[in-house]
Antibody, heavy 115, light 109 residues
C-alpha cells in the first residue's frame, strides 16, 4: 500500500528556518516524481515544485523559485521542504503528493509562523 | 505558469447535473491529456476524482465524468447529491511542473 507520511505540525517565529519531511512507503521511491503543495488558510491548492529522488532533479513553480528548497534523501525514502527564513505569509498547510493524476497524498503538515 | 481558471462557485439542486470548467492555455490543458480533478472537504486531504482527463479511479462514483475541448477541461457531476458539496480543483501538467486551478465551491441547494 502506497503511503506518504509527513512530519508533525510546526510553530515558528518569523526569520526562523524550518525543514519538514515526507517519507514514502509501498512504492519505488527513487523512480517516481514527488512534489509539494501549499494551501494557505481558506485558499486553494498550489503546486510548489517536484523532485525526482533518483537523481534529485528538481523543478520549482515560478512563484516558489528561490523561496523554498526541495530535497530528497533516497537512502531513507524521504523528501524535504525547507525555508531559510520564514515569513508570516508562509503560514499554511503543506502536502506532499505524487504527481497529479495519482491519489497519493500525505496527511499534511500545518506550519504556523507568528511572532 | 498561471493558475488555471475555474468559476469560484457553482450550485445545483439534488438530482440535477452540474459542470465545472477549467480553462488553461496551449501550454498546459491544451497540450497534454493530463488533467485531473480533486474533491476537497474542509480540513481534509484532497481526493482524486478524475485523472488523465476522463478516467475514474476505483471507488469513485460514475456520476463523476471528465472531458476536454481545446484549452478547457470540464468536470460533470450527474445526479447531484448532498455529499457532493465540496471544493473542486482541476490540475494539469504544464511541461515541467503541474498547475492547479483556483478551485470551485460546489453548493448543493
Amino acid at each position: 500500500e502506497v503511503q506518504l507520511v509527513q512530519s508533525g505540525a510546526e510553530v515558528k517565529k518569523p526569520g526562523e528556518s524550518l525543514k519538514i519531511s515526507c517519507k514514502g512507503f509501498g512504492y519505488r521511491f527513487t523512480t517516481n516524481w514527488i512534489g509539494w503543495v501549499r494551501q494557505m488558510p481558506g485558499k486553494g491548492l498550489e503546486w510548489m515544485g517536484i523532485i525526482y529522488p533518483g537523481d534529485s532533479d528538481t523543478r520549482y513553480s515560478p512563484s516558489f523559485q528561490g523561496q523554498v528548497t526541495i530535497s530528497a534523501d533516497k537512502s531513507i525514502s524521504t523528501v524535504y521542504l525547507q525555508w531559510s527564513s520564514l515569513k508570516a505569509s508562509d503560514t499554511a498547510m503543506y502536502y506532499c503528493a505524487l504527481p497529479a493524476g495519482t491519489p497519493y497524498w500525505g496527511q499534511g503538515t500545518l506550519v504556523t509562523v507568528s511572532s | 505558469q498561471s493558475a488555471l481558471t475555474q468559476p469560484a462557485s457553482v450550485s445545483g439542486s439534488p438530482g440535477q447535473p452540474i459542470t465545472i470548467s477549467c480553462t488553461g492555455t496551449s501550454s498546459d490543458v491544451g497540450s497534454y491529456n493530463l488533467v485531473s480533478w480533486y474533491q476537497q472537504y474542509p480540513g481534509k486531504v484532497p481526493k482524486l476524482m478524475i485523472y488523465e482527463g476522463s478516467k475514474r479511479p476505483s471507488g469513485v462514483s460514475n456520476r463523476f465524468s471528465g472531458s476536454k475541448s481545446g484549452n478547457t477541461a470540464s468536470l460533470t457531476i450527474s445526479g447531484l447529491q448532498a455529499e457532493d458539496e465540496a471544493d473542486y480543483y482541476c490540475c494539469s501538467y504544464a511541461g515541467s511542473n503541474w498547475v492547479f486551478g483556483g478551485g470551485t465551491k460546489l453548493t448543493v441547494l
